[in-house]
């Protein structure tokens, strides 16, 4: 028996050592690590009750909700929120709020009809000088909201209220509060008929935003910059950072780009869109929160945010196809966003018992 135990002792130790067994095992508990991470994220979550949303679409209505038509509607509808989204995802990882971006793309809208109007014409230059007008609009709009959050030290809520209010009211008097439907042909044609690689126009253009938006915050020192603004403010300045140029940066993006929306919302409907971009602010800053990133400040993606922006846009088609209420996608939608906050509140709770734990071991094992 001891012969054996010895034996059996040997082994154990000879695979213990073995380099291939270790190698392994180490794999093994990467993958597991790899795979708790990924579904401790919130997006995770998320984009499995995306799929049980579809799932239960695509019982209930079949072919009618499976169609390309309604796929392609889908992402038209998402394109204008999936730009707006990428700015608010900044925004909020720094802690920050921007309200105003319904507003900013009304007014960038009209300032782009008037200025392609006052052109006198149609072709691809006037739609030019339509982007740029609506982009320096929305920019020139989230350099005001960064500079009064930042260097004012205004908060963020009552700055992006405020122009909130100011850019949809000057809109209104520029307009008399009459839509301008003086679009070039080229934009319409563009969202209606133009492919590339296959995309309608207006995802294709979404699609880019969204991955020079992922690049800019997962993989360059602006990105880094303001996750660690989001997480400690006071910390990232001791560290150098200059975090008022940063946050007057970080709203300019966000402009901007509801500049862009503003543009992309022009090409869809052939007019301005006075009244009709009323919820718009909250539908993104919803779908921004639900993909995962914390209203806290400090975490988030551009891929939770994708997620996030498809639930509201994939509701209101199905309850279209099946006859359901649309006014029901925003009880949906704010089920989602409390639960989705309730989560994120969770796990920073967790997080900080984890840490309290870890400090107290650590305390009494030097002691």
């Keep these: 028996m001891s012969v054996e135990r010895g ?6 130790s000879a695979v213990a050592n073995d380099p291939a067994v270790v190698s392994g095992g180490d794999e093994v508990n990467q993958t597991q690590s790899l795979l708790k991470r990924a579904l401790g994220l919130q997006a995770v979550w998320i984009l499995g009750v995306l799929v049980v949303i579809c799932l239960f679409f695509t019982v209930i209505a079949g072919d009618r909700f499976l169609s390309a038509g309604n796929f392609s509607l889908i992402s038209q509808n998402v394109a204008v929120w999936a730009v707006l989204g990428v700015g608010m995802t900044f925004v909020i990882i720094t802690s920050g709020i921007d309200l105003s971006v319904g507003s900013v793309l009304v007014f960038s809208s009209v300032v782009a009809a008037k200025a392609m109007a006052a ?3 149609s072709g691809l230059g006037v739609a030019a000088v339509g982007l740029v007008a609506a982009v320096i609009s929305g920019m020139a709009w989230g350099t005001f909201n960064g500079f009064l959050v930042a260097r004012a030290k205004v908060p963020a809520l009552i700055v992006t209220l405020g122009t909130l209010s100011i850019a949809l009211g000057l809109a209104q008097v520029v307009t008399g509060g009459i839509d301008i439907r003086s679009v070039p042909d080229e934009l319409t044609d563009f969202s209606a008929y133009t492919k590339i690689l296959g995309i309608p126009g207006l995802p294709f253009v979404a699609l880019i935003v969204l991955i020079i938006g992922g690049i800019l915050l997962h993989k360059t020192k602006f990105g880094l910059y303001t996750y660690a603004i989001g997480s400690n403010e006071e910390a990232a300045r001791r560290t150098g950072i200059k975090v008022t140029r940063h946050l007057v940066f970080v709203y300019a993006l966000a402009g901007t780009l509801a500049g862009v ?8 409907y052939g007019t301005t869109t006075i009244a009709g971009q009323s919820l718009t602010n909250l539908n993104v800053i919803a779908a921004v929160v639900i993909g995962g990133t914390s209203i806290f400040g400090g975490y988030g993606t551009i891929f939770g945010t994708v997620v996030g922006l498809f639930i509201p846009a994939v509701l209101q088609s199905g309850f279209v196809i099946i006859g359901v209420q649309p006014f029901w996608q925003g009880v949906a939608v704010g089920s989602v966003l409390i639960a989705a906050v309730y989560v994120d509140q969770t796990r920073r709770a967790a997080a900080m018992r984890s840490a309290r734990t870890r400090n107290l071991f650590k305390r009494r094992g030097s002691q």
């Design 261 to 268: 929306g503003a543009l992309l919302s022009l090409a869809q």
């Design 119 to 121: 052109m006198g014409g």
């Design 7 to 12: 034996a059996s002792g040997s082994r154990s």
